[in-house]
């Protein structure tokens, strides 16, 4: 729970309830933070005080709603960090950020009055539509991206039309970064450059294979060089004035530039004259349900074989005050944190 400005504690609150026939219950196993909750923390949104935070994460069905119809008390299920209503057309197609009723995210009140799943319990709205069954095969690490981190760089990689052969740069390497480079790399970009201020997420780019560069205008004028021209692809995951310009900078003529931040603040970059006329740029948030399906059966490969350790820490819910102070003020020594409630 937030107390306030870059202040979080545990605390004891009731339990949740149905309140609607499509709603389960979960006790929750693990849970995650994510980069979008430090917006609440830091107090881009106002005051966040009694609000509690959480959409990543995964658990087991203890009561569901009468009108519930594919799942049951007793699954262990990954549940989508965005909720749709599950019967519009757009939810229909997975993409529940597309939803007519618009796009919620569990603790995020200007979107949803459900709240987060960092806790013992939660309760689940549209749950037939929100809610997966973790197969045998999944890792929990690897579940907890599925929710959203996962989807999110997939969605950045797919939408930036990476395909065999092409050279890709991801800009920001926070979990989301690394997400979306693994995600480029499995559809067949060989040729990958990563750009982050931090040197110990330059560390993890280089140890996975990707070549890694600080943000400077001569390490950007470097892949220019090496990419023939700009590389064909550039996911930008930062949403920050200069990690947009980094964008930019690096893209081919012809390059698709794909977004999946949220932005912290206004955009100054614009394609270049020069590369104005065939330079695509495309935004968007992730739809987790739409991107399960190709994802799960991809899990297995070389290129996200190690997802789980995009976790640096591992942390009893207890000790929520400390996870969100070294997640938000140290990002040099974590890349993303855990909950773990069968610690
Ligand atoms: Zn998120
Ligand atoms: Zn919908």
Avoid at 88 to 105: D, R
Avoid at 143 to 157: E, M
Avoid at 289 to 302: E, F
Wanted: hydrophobic share 40%.
């Amino acid at each position: 729970m937030f107390s306030g400005v870059r202040a979080a504690e545990t605390v004891d609150v009731a339990d949740p309830v149905l309140r609607s026939p499509t709603d389960v219950i979960l006790s929750v196993e693990r849970t995650a933070i994510c980069g979008s909750d430090l917006h609440p923390y830091r107090g881009e949104w106002g005051d966040p005080g009694g609000q509690r935070p959480g959409h990543e994460f995964i658990g087991t069905i203890v009561e569901a709603g009468r009108d519930v119809r594919s799942r049951r008390r007793g699954e262990r299920v990954l549940c989508s960090g965005a909720v749709g209503c599950g019967e519009c057309p757009a939810c229909a197609q997975g993409l529940s950020a597309a939803c007519v009723s618009g796009m919620k995210v569990f603790g995020i009140p200007m979107m949803t009055d459900y709240p987060g799943g960092q806790a013992e319990y939660v309760a689940v709205p549209s749950a037939d539509f929100s809610l997966l069954p973790i197969p045998e095969e999944v890792a929990p690490e690897a579940a907890l991206l599925l929710t959203d981190n996962l989807a999110t760089g997939w969605q950045a990689a797919q939408r930036a039309g990476v395909r065999e052969g092409n050279s890709a740069v991801v800009v920001g390497f926070g979990p989301v970064g690394m997400c979306a480079a693994m995600s480029a790399r499995e559809l067949g970009a060989w040729d990958l450059f990563v750009i982050d201020p931090l040197g110990s997420r330059r560390e993890f780019a280089a140890s996975l294979g990707y070549r890694a560069f600080d943000a400077t205008p001569e390490a950007e004028a470097e892949i220019v060089e090496l990419t023939g021209g700009g590389a064909d692809c550039v996911l930008e995951t930062a949403g920050r004035d200069a990690s947009m310009r980094s964008a930019v900078a690096v893209a081919h003529p012809s390059a698709t530039i794909s977004s999946v931040s949220v932005p912290s603040e206004p955009y100054s970059a614009e394609p270049s004259e020069r590369r104005l006329p065939t330079q695509r740029f495309r935004s968007s948030v992730a739809s987790p349900q739409r991107a399960w399906p190709q994802l799960i059966p991809r899990l297995g490969s070389p290129a996200l074989a190690r997802l789980a350790e995009i976790f640096s820490h591992r942390l009893p819910l207890a000790r929520s005050a400390e996870a969100y102070a070294l997640f938000s003020e140290r990002p040099d020594e974590c890349r993303k944190i855990l909950f773990d409630l069968t610690l």
